[in-house]
């Protein structure tokens, strides 16, 4: 990680009480958390946000793994795809989707909301808009609550590969990159978890 990992005797009592929150929720602090620590006040309000889109998002949890790893994919963020694939899987995401989404090949979905949301994210971060006809559906499927909770739910994990591939955030301990062919953020710490 580009930054010093701050340890226990480094925390203040504002970045220790963020931490703790944030290990509750999580089981520990690690990754971009990691990072967003040394800012503890935009941490409380990522943390905040993280915690909603990841855990109490009118979207159901299958739909909140796709959107995460179809932003992780986007930004190239090895970390959040190693952390996320196999809960996404869990979830019900089909791995053989997962594999294409991450080789960059189409990736054909099992269920028509899957596929949707896939195409409805896409052109958000692709083209920056989304046609009237994605737009139809994904609104006839999801709702606009949905909607809403789909395109913050994006910009939050957008954020969050932003913050892990700028700081370089090393990966997980014996974990492989998922991308190979992306620029070096290869490095495994045994120290983060």
């Known amino acids: 990680m580009r930054l010093p990992k701050l340890t226990e005797d480094d925390l203040t009592s504002r970045q220790r009480e963020l931490s703790d929150r944030i290990a509750g929720?999580?089981?520990q602090t690690r990754g971009p958390f990691l990072v967003w620590l040394h800012s503890p006040e935009l941490c409380d309000r990522v943390e905040a946000l993280g915690a909603f889109v990841r855990f109490e998002s009118s979207l159901e949890l299958r739909l909140r793994e796709l959107i995460l790893l179809i932003a992780a994919r986007?930004?190239?963020?090895q970390y959040a795809w190693n952390a996320h694939v196999e809960k996404?899987?869990?979830a019900g995401i089909s791995r053989d989707a997962l594999d294409a989404l991450a080789e960059h090949r189409r990736p054909v979905f099992a269920q028509r909301d899957e596929q949707v949301l896939h195409a409805f994210c896409s052109e958000v971060l692709e083209g920056h808009f989304v046609s009237d006809s994605t737009f139809a559906?994904?609104?006839e499927l999801f709702g606009s609550t949905g909607l809403v909770d789909a395109i913050g739910t994006l910009g939050n994990f957008s954020m969050l590969a932003m913050c892990l591939n700028t700081f370089e955030v090393d990966l997980q301990p014996g974990r492989e990159p998922p991308f190979p062919d992306v620029r070096g953020?290869?490095?495994v710490?045994?120290?983060v978890s």
């Open 185 to 187: 953020f290869a490095k």
């Open 189 to 191: 710490d045994a120290a």
């Open 25 to 27: 929720r999580r089981g």
């Open 88 to 90: 996404a899987v869990e």
């Open 74 to 77: 986007h930004w190239d963020a």
């Open 137 to 139: 559906d994904a609104l």
